[in-house]
């Protein structure tokens, strides 16, 4: 069998050394890691997504991640409950960017009635996917039931699942579902929560290979992501510690996942999308100077001030300008002096000063 079609299907998870021992160097082994991969009936032209962070991948930093690679980016996720009762702040997370050609929307919700209007109402919005979050941690989702609360219900989960499915199943699009390991490492159900996802029609699942109990602490378990590839017959993608442009290519060897959703190793780096897909390729890729890197955040705070306003905008881009900065010389200054920046001219300054 050829050695890229062992890298590619998720049976035959290959780590770098048993490539190396077989005679393989590492640039050879991971040509072909950065591939097209198709969910339902849908045909990605890579695997390397941005994942859905509230308060960070909207629809300005979408754009800039499409801009430098990305072959998918998810929205905030979306209260399912906001969707159907039409509020203003619901629809606002639905923005979408002008090189959006791809659209994924992350939901969020514990009734199979309500997710099921909701997403009939997106259907509106053209999405390529809808995800289902099955994994968000924060107390005030769990204690709705939704999020990662779910874990403990496999038999909701796939009600949603199915309620989904048959809601935007006319349409063609497909629902995907975003999971963890478990609830706490006395209950890793993750393979009886996929299973029973795809059961009712969930054409991909991601799994961020943390318990709940976890957070976004500790480390994640890659190995979990290779079982379930395992597992699966329908595409499994990772999710958890991709921090660096190799991690994505380390976890596709390692793993045998169809490929990798990135949350935090991405804030504030749009380019991790360009760098990691060389990675997956196996060339060199240059790291941004700190000119372009201020001129992605100039750019970023340009669109969101049209999609927000700049009042809205310049607080939220607060945060953004911290990891965009972070680890880079006089950044901490600079920081100090944003968290009080509520105009775009004050940010423009700032940037400048940063930029040099």
């Known amino acids: 069998m050829r050695i890229d079609r062992l890298i590619r299907f998720p049976h035959y998870p290959l780590s770098f050394l048993s490539l190396c021992l077989c005679g393989f160097s590492f640039r050879g082994a991971i040509m072909n890691l950065h591939h097209p991969v198709t969910v339902g009936g849908v045909e990605l032209p890579g695997n390397l997504f941005l994942a ?17 690679g990305a072959d998918l980016c998810y929205t905030e996720m979306v209260s399912s409950e906001g969707l159907a009762r039409n509020h203003p702040k619901t629809r606002a997370l639905l923005a979408r960017a002008e090189n959006e050609t791809r659209y994924a929307i992350q939901l969020f919700g514990s009734k199979p009635e309500v997710l099921a209007q909701a997403c009939r109402e997106l259907l509106a919005y053209r999405p390529a996917i809808v995800d289902l979050n099955c994994g968000c941690p924060v107390p005030k989702i769990v204690r709705s039931g939704a999020g990662s609360a779910l874990m403990r219900d496999p038999g909701l989960l796939a009600r949603i699942v199915a309620a989904m499915a048959e809601a935007l199943g006319p349409a063609g699009v497909p629902v995907t579902v975003k999971i ?20 009712a029609g969930a054409a991909a699942v991601t799994l961020h290979a943390r318990t709940r109990a976890q957070g976004y602490s500790g480390s994640a378990d890659w190995g979990q992501v290779a079982a379930l590839a395992r597992e699966l017959r329908v595409p499994v993608f990772g999710s958890g510690d991709v921090s660096g442009a190799e991690a994505p290519a380390r976890m596709i060897g390692q793993t045998g996942c169809a490929g990798v959703m990135v949350a935090r190793g991405a804030m504030g780096d749009p380019f991790f999308f360009r760098a990691a897909i060389a990675a997956l390729e196996g060339r060199p890729a240059a790291p941004p100077t700190v000119a372009a890197r201020a001129e992605a955040a100039r750019r970023h705070l340009g669109l969101a001030v049209a999609f927000l ?16 900065t972070k680890g880079t010389a006089g950044g901490a200054a600079l920081r100090s002096e944003a968290v009080r920046a509520s105009t775009q001219a004050e940010f423009e300054a700032l940037l400048g000063r940063w930029a040099g």
């Open 180 to 199: 963890r390991s478990g609830w706490d490492e006395g209950s890793l159900n993750y393979l009886e929560v996929a299973s029973r996802a795809v059961e």
């Open 309 to 324: 306003g700049e009042r809205t905008a310049c607080v939220e881009f607060r945060k953004h300008f911290c990891s965009y």
């Open 52 to 68: 859905p962070v509230a308060g960070y991948s909207d629809a300005a930093f979408r754009s800039l991640c499409y801009g430098e």
